[in-house]
């Protein structure tokens, strides 16, 4: 069975940086794309960054485009999100997802203090 397991979330000040990982098992993870996601309180879930199974293709969204950094490391079977210059809009859990295999993460809390 699948399992996602993220970590790295925490509370930092605006301007900041974190670097949120997501350890997977149970699939062969190289085969596979990978997102992250976010979800503020009150708001609906939105997709944050995608990467290519070989790592070589990403896509962000627009509110994260070049403060946001999604990479991979196949051999360690987990994904990565390098999150620079964050602001208050950011305060979020966030989860990594294997959207082919509807597999999820836990998710990690977010917190950027203004």
């Known amino acids: 069975q699948w399992q996602l397991m993220e970590s790295g979330g925490g509370l930092v000040q605006t301007g900041g940086s974190l670097r949120l990982s997501c350890s997977a098992s149970g699939f062969t993870f190289s085969r596979y794309g990978m997102s992250w996601f976010r979800q503020a309180p009150g708001k609906e879930r939105e997709l944050v960054a995608t990467?290519?199974?070989?790592?070589?293709?990403?896509n962000y969204a627009d509110s994260v485009k070049g403060r946001f950094t999604i990479s991979r490391d196949n051999a360690k079977n987990t994904v990565y999100l390098q999150m620079n210059n964050l602001k208050p809009e950011d305060t979020a859990v966030y989860y990594c997802?294997?959207?082919?295999?509807?597999?999820w993460g836990q998710g990690t809390l977010v917190t950027v203090s203004s």
């Open positions: 990467i290519s199974s070989a790592g070589g293709s990403t």
């Open positions: 997802s294997c959207r082919p295999l509807g597999a």
